[in-house]
């Protein structure tokens, strides 16, 4: 059975850092893509960022470029987003999820889903 656990969310000010981690379990998702995605109230989720399986590339939206850095430690089967200069249109519900395609951005890619964590950024 799959599953993606993500935690490390909470309430941050802006220009805050936070940490957030996805622990996953089942099939053999050390050989997936994982992404991270957000969804703000009253918005459609969105993409964030994502990784592939070995760690060597990852893309990332615009809207958090050179500040949300993933990675992610196989060994550990833990997929990481370090979140800096955190914005108040940062808030939303941060979700990981797993894909067997490579780099894909497309929410519907991806396969398995974890249930998320709230970041909230205060201004």
């Known amino acids: 059975q799959v599953q993606l656990v993500e935690s490390g969310g909470g309430l941050v000010q802006a220009g805050g850092s936070l940490r957030l981690s996805c622990a996953y379990s089942g099939r053999t998702l050390s050989t997936y893509t994982m992404g991270w995605f957000r969804q703000a109230p009253g918005k459609e989720r969105e993409f964030v960022g994502a990784?592939?399986?070995?760690?060597?590339?990852?893309v990332y939206a615009d809207s958090v470029k050179g500040r949300f850095t993933i990675s992610r430690d196989n060994a550990k089967a833990t997929v990481y987003l370090q979140m800096n200069s955190l914005k108040p249109e940062d808030t939303a519900v941060y979700y990981c999820?797993?894909?067997?395609?490579?780099?894909?951005?497309?929410?519907?890619?991806?396969?398995?889903w974890g249930q998320g964590t709230q970041v909230t950024v205060s201004s």
């Open positions: 990784i592939n399986w070995g760690g060597g590339r990852t």
């Open positions: 999820a797993a894909c067997p395609l490579a780099m894909a951005t497309l929410k519907s890619a991806y396969q398995y």
